[in-house]
């Protein structure tokens, strides 16, 4: 059962309830707002102080108890060595991992997500059974961390080192995106442009990243199918940005409406990544 600590999955939910149920758009910041005042807290300021000043043993002995469950043997860390993978890391999306131990327990932590703790399992592999998630640190001829391979529900993406100003900078480009509603540029026309190659069965190549290309090969004959039986593709309505970053859409067929998720890597200006689900 969730609690104020999941203030913004709560808000996040409510957003998209009322998008769902009642075609309103609420902006990230009135959703936090709401949600805080649901708890009896003044405003969205006075509970996030309360979620870091209670984010301490309750989640580490729950965080313990799930280490116990995915691990038969205990894990032995020396400082220096768990204190090496710490740090901020970057997808080609420009989604920001921080990495940080507490009391020699390593966590993960994306933006617009919950921490994760991550279990050693060798010198420089890490698992969470439990979000079935995979994490193998990479590291220069001196064995400096420079970057980590993530393997998640069969997917690998490849997160870079990056400085603490950078993930700063990086974060506060999305804040400033969420609050003022901003979609990424060139990123409806990127979402228009796929939806022509569904209609079409194909796959433009250039336009989408390597590992987006595979997974569209893979379902492309069930997003065909399924976009034809919907109808013409009327308009595209930008709803808002995402905690983690992807620009969300509405797409209106004329018999039924999707909510796509996109985002484009800065580098290339290909998708990078791309979900849909149906809002009707």
Request: charged share 30%.
């Amino acid at each position: 059962m969730r609690n104020y600590r999941d203030a913004k999955l709560l808000a996040q939910s409510l957003r998209h309830a009322l998008l769902d149920k009642k075609n309103v758009y609420l902006g990230h910041s009135e959703s936090l707002e709401i949600v805080s005042k649901m708890f009896g807290v003044r405003d969205w300021n006075t509970l996030a102080a309360k979620i870091t000043e209670k984010n301490t043993k309750s989640d580490l002995k729950e965080a313990a108890s799930e280490r116990d469950k995915a691990d038969n043997h205990e894990c032995c860390f020396h400082a220096e060595g768990v204190h090496r993978f710490e740090g901020f890391y970057k997808e080609k999306s420009h989604s920001v991992m921080k990495i940080y131990v507490v009391k020699n327990k390593i966590f993960g932590q994306m933006t617009g997500q919950i921490p994760v703790e991550i279990f050693q399992k060798d010198e420089f592999s890490f698992e969470a059974m439990r979000y079935g998630i995979r994490v193998r640190f990479c590291c220069d001829k001196n064995k400096v961390i420079n970057g980590f391979i993530l393997e998640q529900n069969g997917k690998r993406s490849f997160w870079q080192s990056i400085t603490q100003k950078e993930a700063l900078t990086i974060e506060s480009a999305l804040k400033k995106r969420i609050e003022e509603n901003l979609a990424t540029p060139g990123s409806e026309k990127a979402l228009h442009d796929l939806i022509l190659c569904i209609y079409s069965n194909k796959i433009d190549f250039n336009a989408v990243e390597e590992n987006l290309a595979r997974a569209l090969k893979e379902q492309l004959s069930y997003l065909n199918d399924m976009l034809k039986k919907s109808g013409k593709l009327l308009n595209i309505r930008f709803i808002g940005a995402h905690d983690e970053g992807q620009d969300i859409f509405h797409a209106e067929h004329r018999r039924r409406i999707f909510r796509w998720h996109i985002s484009l890597a800065p580098d290339s200006g290909k998708i990078s990544f791309a979900m849909v689900d149906t809002v009707n």
